[in-house]
């Protein structure tokens, strides 16, 4: 099945207004600019956002922050991001900060017909026994939390230990950026750019990947596939233009 979309426009265009969205990237690195851009520009709003972090101001998810396009952010660090901090802070942005590698998880879950898991991380804490502020008011006065989570007690090497139940993450639309992908939807990611890449592709009911190069089925040795085309329904080719456009997050100088 060929599933190459001519533009990143025509990719995004159902995404609907309400959507939850899983998106792949690490800071700058390996997230799917032209499609976050196509999105912006189709005026897509209300938005639920799953990636590790939010972009920077300017760039990145920080574009569609910037044009109060997101209504909901799952995340596990927004540090770099002034703009979030004030949304969030003011009440106009719901955020429910996870732990990175259980955000991870709950993804990779989500794309396995996993409904949900237990694990140590987050145990004691207000991850497991609820109260971390979701939203607050225009006041800064919390107005919502996240809920208390179920604890179970299992046998392990360490003797009898607390776990914590997560509930798996399926959105209804993922976004990637890969390095090289064929017609079939088979993608190769470079190096670090990998990152939340597969795990937001999996996650996805509907996964849109933005690839840097496109070639022809059978051209990807089937062992260095890092994500089989079953994942992935629609692939965007990116020009020479668009792939080069990658941005530094912190520029260092002497």
Same mark, same amino acid.
């Given at each position: 099945?060929d599933k190459?979309i001519?533009?990143?426009?025509?990719?995004?265009?159902d995404i609907?207004? %309400?959507?939850?969205l899983?998106?792949?990237?690490?800071?700058?690195? #390996? =997230?799917?600019?032209?499609l976050?851009?196509a999105l912006?520009?189709?005026?897509?709003?209300?938005?639920?956002?799953?990636?590790?972090?939010?972009?920077?101001?300017g760039?990145?998810? %920080?574009?569609?922050?910037?044009?109060?396009?997101?209504?909901r952010?799952?995340?596990?660090y927004? #540090?770099?991001?002034k703009?979030?901090a004030?949304?969030y802070l003011?009440?106009e942005?719901?955020?429910?900060?996870?732990?990175?590698?259980?955000?991870?998880?709950?993804?990779r879950?989500g794309?396995?017909? =996993?409904?949900?898991?237990?694990?140590?991380?987050?145990v004691?804490t207000?991850?497991?026994?609820? %109260?971390l502020?979701?939203?607050?008011d225009?006041a800064?006065n919390? =107005?919502?939390?996240s809920?208390?989570?179920?604890?179970m007690?299992?046998?392990?090497?360490?003797?009898?230990q607390e776990?914590?139940?997560e509930?798996?993450?399926?959105s209804?639309?993922?976004?990637?950026?890969a390095?090289?992908g064929?017609?079939?939807g088979?993608?190769?990611?470079?190096?670090?750019?990998r990152?939340?890449n597969?795990?937001?592709?999996?996650a996805g009911q509907?996964?849109?990947a933005e690839?840097?190069?496109?070639?022809e089925?059978?051209?990807l040795?089937?062992d260095?596939?890092h994500?089989?085309?079953?994942?992935?329904?629609r692939?965007?080719?990116?020009?020479?233009?668009?792939?080069?456009d990658?941005? =530094?997050?912190?520029r260092?100088?002497?």
């Amino acid at each position: 099945m060929d599933k190459v979309i001519s533009s990143a426009a025509e990719a995004v265009a159902d995404i609907p207004d %309400g959507a939850t969205l899983t998106v792949g990237g690490f800071g700058l690195c #390996g =997230i799917p600019s032209v499609l976050i851009a196509a999105l912006l520009d189709a005026g897509t709003t209300d938005l639920e956002v799953v990636s590790n972090n939010a972009g920077v101001d300017g760039w990145g998810l %920080g574009r569609l922050l910037a044009a109060r396009r997101l209504r909901r952010v799952v995340a596990s660090y927004v #540090g770099e991001n002034k703009e979030f901090a004030r949304q969030y802070l003011s009440g106009e942005l719901e955020v429910e900060l996870t732990p990175q590698g259980t955000l991870a998880e709950r993804m990779r879950a989500g794309g396995s017909g =996993i409904a949900g898991f237990y694990t140590r991380t987050g145990v004691g804490t207000q991850v497991a026994d609820g %109260g971390l502020p979701w939203r607050y008011d225009d006041a800064g006065n919390v =107005i919502k939390t996240s809920p208390q989570k179920p604890v179970m007690r299992f046998e392990t090497r360490a003797g009898e230990q607390e776990f914590v139940l997560e509930e798996a993450i399926v959105s209804d639309f993922g976004l990637v950026r890969a390095w090289k992908g064929d017609r079939h939807g088979n993608l190769v990611f470079n190096q670090s750019a990998r990152n939340f890449n597969p795990l937001a592709a999996m996650a996805g009911q509907v996964t849109i990947a933005e690839v840097e190069e496109l070639v022809e089925p059978g051209e990807l040795d089937p062992d260095q596939v890092h994500l089989p085309g079953v994942y992935v329904h629609r692939v965007v080719p990116l020009t020479p233009e668009q792939a080069a456009d990658k941005r =530094i997050e912190k520029r260092t100088v002497r």
